[in-house]
């Protein structure tokens, strides 16, 4: 089955600074990959997701990159704010009818001001 | 927009107790999908449904059973509560067509005492 890696675990920059978080996964037939941001004890949002057929996207100051070759995926965040602060999850999934989110292990990200 | 409801917030049960979670997806979502997550955990997949009919299985106790009726709300019945099942539990759902973007509830969170 699939299995997603997510790193770094902890991850903290000043305010303004840039984020980037890297994940990787195993099963070459996955071909969506959603970022969520979950802050404590609330539901996962998704920020950003990207499709096996593209290899990059952005939306203001979050951006998110494929390698399909590699099976990595990468959330890069610019001109980082507090209220980014929280955990950020990647998954891997198989576009198809019900078919389920493997998750990272998540990445928790303080912005420090 | 209307977002996925979840019924209740919160939930304090016994050991050996049962207990039933209640997901009403975004209106003309037809998949849903439950997941577990633990404290510090990344939320794990439980189960889910597509057009009222389970469409994957994940790392799902015996003792929990689900079901998704005719109006797309699913229930998730736990039985025989261990300590180890309290948890957030988060329902997502999906318009379930050509692609998987899965948007979550508030979520449950369940005490087992």
């Known amino acids: 089955g699939e299995n997603v890696e997510q790193h770094p675990s902890t991850l903290s920059v000043q305010e303004g600074d840039s984020a980037v978080i890297k994940c990787t996964y195993s099963?070459?037939?996955?071909?969506?990959f959603p970022w969520y941001k979950q802050e404590l004890g609330k539901r996962p949002q998704l920020i950003i997701d990207?499709?096996?057929?593209?290899g990059e996207k952005k939306d203001q100051r979050i951006a998110v990159t494929l390698n399909k070759t590699a099976k990595h995926f990468s959330l890069h965040i610019t001109e980082t704010q507090p209220e980014d602060s929280a955990v950020y999850f990647c998954?891997?999934?198989?576009?198809?009818?019900?078919?389920?989110?493997?998750f990272g292990p998540g990445t928790r990200l303080s912005v420090l001001p | 927009a209307a977002g996925v409801i979840q019924s209740p917030r919160h939930l304090i049960k016994e050991k050996r107790e049962t207990a039933t979670l209640k997901c009403y997806p975004i209106?003309?979502?037809?998949?849903v999908y439950w997941y577990q997550q633990g404290p510090g955990q990344d939320p794990q997949f439980l189960i889910s449904?597509?057009?009222?009919?389970?469409?994957d299985k994940g790392s799902i106790p015996d003792r929990f059973s689900a079901q998704q009726f005719s109006d797309y709300h699913s229930e998730l019945n736990m039985s025989s509560l261990e300590l180890g099942d309290s948890a957030l539990y988060f329902c997502?759902?999906?318009?379930?067509?050509?692609?998987?973007?899965?948007?979550f509830g508030p979520g449950t969170r369940l005490t087992v005492l």
């Open positions: 997502a759902s999906s318009p379930g067509l050509s692609y998987n973007e899965q948007f």
């Open positions: 099963d070459s037939a996955s071909n969506y």
């Open positions: 990207i499709r096996s057929n593209v």
């Open positions: 998954a891997a999934s198989k576009e198809n009818y019900g078919q389920n989110f493997v």
């Open positions: 209106p003309r979502h037809d998949t």
């Open positions: 449904f597509y057009e009222k009919m389970q469409s």
